[in-house]
């Protein structure tokens, strides 16, 4: 059976977890979330794509360890804080004003996680009128690990292509899009509900035709078609 290498897409199933904790942050398996009181319904479980050496996918590590592997084989990964949320910065605990909290609905309690301005933090410790509020990432100074299996490598260039497109618009069904593979192009052929619903298919449109390129660099121009369909007025 043929190893991976860079370049190949594969898919893989994953548990993230604190080392030492076993807290799960994240898994692709719905099972496990649900379990777990992490389910979202807004997620899509199950195998993730994994295009290797893709790091907006995954991270550099699991890029690295996936080289080599086989089909169904399970491995670890374990990532140190500085490759990921760091270590404590004490500049990042704040004293507020019990008053100042308060005014906003906000009840000072020791390990209640507050929202202030753009910053997220935990109150830690309450004296009197001054709350200590700690704003470092949950997981600073924590090693992660990665629980990994291989369970899929994707060899034709329309399942590849069909794949980029399933993991850029993850609501999009499979039988409602079209791929026409040409010498140095692309076209696909979209919904027309995807173009009404999705405020950010622009945005997505780019990040297809960008990972199409960089996949396949021969594929220099990439071609998105939209259609609006309207019923016809009754005949008089």
Do not use: C
Not at 116 to 139: A, E, Y
Not at 200 to 225: G, H, L, M, V
């Amino acid at each position: 059976m043929a190893k991976v290498k860079n370049g190949d897409f594969i898919r893989i199933t994953f548990t993230l977890k604190v080392k030492g904790t076993n807290h799960i942050i994240e898994t692709s398996d719905e099972k496990i979330a649900t379990k777990e009181g992490i389910y979202d319904e807004k997620n899509s479980y199950g195998p993730r794509l994994m295009i290797v050496g893709n790091e907006e996918m995954f991270h550099k590590r699991v890029n690295e360890a996936v080289i080599g592997k086989e089909v169904d084989e399970k491995f670890k990964v374990n990532i140190p804080p500085e490759e990921t949320f760091g270590y404590k910065d004490t500049a990042k605990i704040r004293l507020l004003g019990r008053k100042e909290l308060v005014a906003k609905n906000i009840i000072p309690e020791i390990g209640r996680q507050i929202q202030w301005g753009k910053q997220t933090g935990v109150i830690i410790s309450v004296l009197g009128g001054r709350v200590r509020v700690d704003f470092n990432h949950p997981l600073v100074g924590q090693t992660v690990v990665y629980n990994v299996k291989i369970t899929e490598r994707i060899s034709s260039i329309k399942k590849k292509l069909e794949a980029i497109i399933d993991f850029r618009i993850p609501t999009i069904e499979s039988n409602t899009f079209s791929v026409k593979d040409e010498k140095d192009k692309i076209t696909i052929t979209l919904p027309e509900e995807i173009g009404t619903k999705d405020p950010y298919i622009q945005y997505r449109k780019i990040q297809i035709a960008n990972d199409i390129n960089k996949s396949f660099p021969t594929k220099t121009e990439i071609i998105f078609i939209e259609s609006f369909k309207f019923e016809a007025p009754a005949s008089k």
